[in-house]
Structures are given as structure tokens and as C-alpha cells.
Nanobody
Framework: QVQLVESGGGLVQAGGSLRLSCAASGSIFSILVMGWYRQAPGKQRDLVATVTSGSTTNYADSVKGRFTISKNNAKHTVYLQMNSLKPEDTAVYYC??????????WGQGTQVTVVS
């Protein structure tokens, strides 16, 4: 049974930083893409950033230059370093891992709140 465990969310002032982590437990292999998504109250879940097995990254325009996604293949862990946070970054952040043979998995979500 694969589970994704997220950590690192919290309350921060505008301009501050947070680092999110998402670790996959259980037997997981043939990972294609690891990524972060976020959902603000009353809004749809949107892509924040992804990183492929070949380490190609992709970012939403709203976070380019402020957020950095990275991964540790050996630990099946994906990170999101968030700098220069803005109140509009407030949301529940979810990690997602998609695999070639096992489908996709989602984390339970971690709250990020940015206050001005």
C-alpha cells in the first residue's frame, strides 16, 4: 500500500519561506512525474510545479522565480521550496506521484497560510 505523507505547511508572513516535503511509503517504482498542486477555498485544484523522472521541471506562471521543486529519487521524496510567499499563495497543497504501471497517488494535503 503506497501512501504519500506531506509535511512542512504552516502559517507564515508575506515575504517569508516554507519548504514542503512529500515522502512516499510502501513499494513504489517506475515514477514518471512528481508534483505539487494547490487548492484555495472555493477554487479548483491547480498545478503548482512538477518534476519528471528526467528532472525536467514545470511551474505555474504565478510561482515562477519564487518556488523550486526538487526530488530525492532514493527516498521517493519530492520537495517544494517556497520563497517570497504572498497571501494569494494561501491554499491546501497536495503532492501527486504518477507512475508508469501503478497509477497515481495523492497526499492528504498540507495547509499553507500566508498573512500580510
Amino acid at each position: 500500500q503506497v501512501q504519500l505523507v506531506e509535511s512542512g505547511g504552516g502559517l507564515v508572513q508575506a515575504g517569508g519561506s516554507l519548504r514542503l516535503s512529500c515522502a512516499a511509503s510502501g513499494s513504489i517504482f517506475s515514477i514518471l512525474v512528481m508534483g505539487w498542486y494547490r487548492q484555495a477555498p472555493g477554487k479548483q485544484r491547480d498545478l503548482v510545479a512538477t518534476v519528471t523522472s528526467g528532472s525536467t521541471t514545470n511551474y505555474a506562471d504565478s510561482v515562477k522565480g519564487r518556488f523550486t521543486i526538487s526530488k530525492n529519487n532514493a527516498k521517493h521524496t519530492v520537495y517544494l521550496q517556497m520563497n517570497s510567499l504572498k497571501p494569494e499563495d494561501t491554499a491546501v497543497y497536495y503532492c501527486r506521484i504518477s507512475t508508469k504501471f501503478m497509477g497515481e497517488y495523492w497526499g492528504q494535503g498540507t495547509q499553507v497560510t500566508v498573512v500580510s
